[in-house]
């Protein structure tokens, strides 16, 4: 199975050794913007606490070393935004589509993610599945 790991699995990999171990054998996809969005929730206060920015940076240059990237041209973004009406897709939804974008351009088969029903309907070849 070849998987693409939204930023909320990875910080789920970043906090649960579990998890962890799951994305480090797997070696998922995932764009680059995915780091900053783990630093953003590492150090900012949704998970009800917060990681000192040093430290997120350090457990997050572990993590990526067991990543592989991806990332949309141009052309292709331009492409996807094109496309979204006729997925469905409005407002901030267009992060999880560029999301599920790129993971079929990696080829992946699974999308990982917590949040399950934001990737619903984005495209109908992937599965949307929790870590």
């Not at 054998?25 to 969005?37: D, G, T």
């Amino acid at each position: 199975m070849i998987a693409y790991w939204d930023s909320s699995a990875i910080v789920s990999g970043a906090l649960e050794p579990a998890v962890r171990h799951a994305l480090n054998a797997s070696r998922p996809w995932c764009r680059p913007h995915v780091l900053a969005e783990v630093f953003s929730t590492l150090t900012g206060s949704r998970l009800g606490f917060r990681i000192d920015p040093a430290s997120a940076s350090t457990l997050i240059a572990g993590i990526a070393a067991n990543l592989r990237f991806v990332e949309l041209t141009t052309d292709e973004t331009l492409l996807a935004l094109a496309a979204a009406r006729s997925r469905g897709v409005r407002g901030g939804r267009i992060h999880d589509f560029l999301h599920a974008m790129a993971a079929r351009k990696a080829g992946c088969s699974h999308l990982v993610t917590l949040n399950l029903s934001d990737f619903q309907g984005l495209d109908p070849d992937l599965v949307i599945e929790s870590p």
